[in-house]
């Protein structure tokens, strides 16, 4: 019997839209899929050849059997799937802007193949979610021991709460989309997946990363407070500097798309 090979490609749904001479790689986060970039992606086709993707835990992936909780229990896998997903896409020196947990998986893989990278942008992104010494996380242990469980016990409705409360309500259509795009993944992927993000620590790995770094951070992110884009900025080693977009909740891309086009933008060069 003859194995065929699905290509990453293939398997992470990954489409290359666009016509400029730069790449650049967009990232989802955590329950969601490609499509949270839906509302900025026509902007950036202008100048960039754009990646989108799927990461494998996603609902939008046919697959099932690719995420295998175990492999993803950190955000190392991840980081593998990257850089294998860039390689076979043949790219190299490319903007990857990362969303929430995409953010630290992008510094993880330009920490072991630096030449994929020209520049990292890390939206609402952070390399601890818990509150410990004087780290001001967001959290305390018990408050994501407390969402864990009812990501265990009750996922469909714990996936609408949590879209209401971190993508801003003035946006009725974004919450809709996020709790849509949550539900679709599954829950036995879900209880895995929130253990490896919200118990995540990888703030030793900032000091690692050269790449230059633009870290986006809503003004109002009930995920990410400030303190931790600005704590961030001080331990990367590359130049790192902090662009707050005005908007509540953790979803830029979604609740302030032009606000956040605009320091991209300002960031990279171009007019939207």
């Known amino acids: 019997m003859v194995m065929v090979e699905t290509s990453l490609k293939e398997a992470m749904n990954a489409r290359i839209i666009g016509s400029g001479s730069e790449t650049m790689v967009l990232a989802h986060g955590f329950g969601g899929d490609q499509s949270v970039w839906d509302k900025i992606l026509t902007y950036l086709t202008h100048h960039y ?49 990362g969303h929430s947990m995409s953010g630290m998986i992008g510094c993880i893989a330009s920490i072991k193949r630096p030449e994929l990278f020209n520049r990292l942008i890390l939206v609402a992104a952070s390399p601890r979610y818990i509150n410990i010494d004087d780290y001001e996380g967001g959290f ?34 974004s919450v809709e989309k996020l709790a849509k795009c949550l539900k679709k993944m599954k829950h036995e992927f879900a209880v895995p997946l929130a253990k490896t993000v919200f118990r995540c620590d990888e703030r030793n790995i900032l000091e690692k990363v050269t790449t230059p770094c633009t870290i986006v951070q809503p003004s109002n992110d009930i995920v990410v407070p400030n303190s931790v884009a600005y704590y961030m900025q001080k331990k990367i080693k590359g130049k790192s500097t902090v662009e707050i977009v005005e908007t509540d909740g953790h979803f830029p891309q979604l609740t302030a798309h032009l606000e956040f086009l605009d320091v991209l933008g300002g960031v990279l060069g171009f007019e939207i």
């Open 49 to 97: 050849q754009v990646v989108v993707f799927d990461w494998t835990f996603s609902g939008a992936v046919k697959d099932t059997n690719l995420f295998d909780p175990l492999k993803y229990s950190s955000y190392d896998a991840f980081a593998n799937d990257l850089i294998a997903l860039m390689d076979e896409l043949d790219l190299k020196s490319s903007v990857f802007v």
């Open 140 to 173: 305390e242990a018990a408050a994501i021991d407390n969402i864990l469980s009812n990501i265990e016990s009750d996922y469909e409705n714990w996936a609408s709460s949590f879209a209401a409360l971190v993508v801003d309500n003035k946006d009725p259509l």
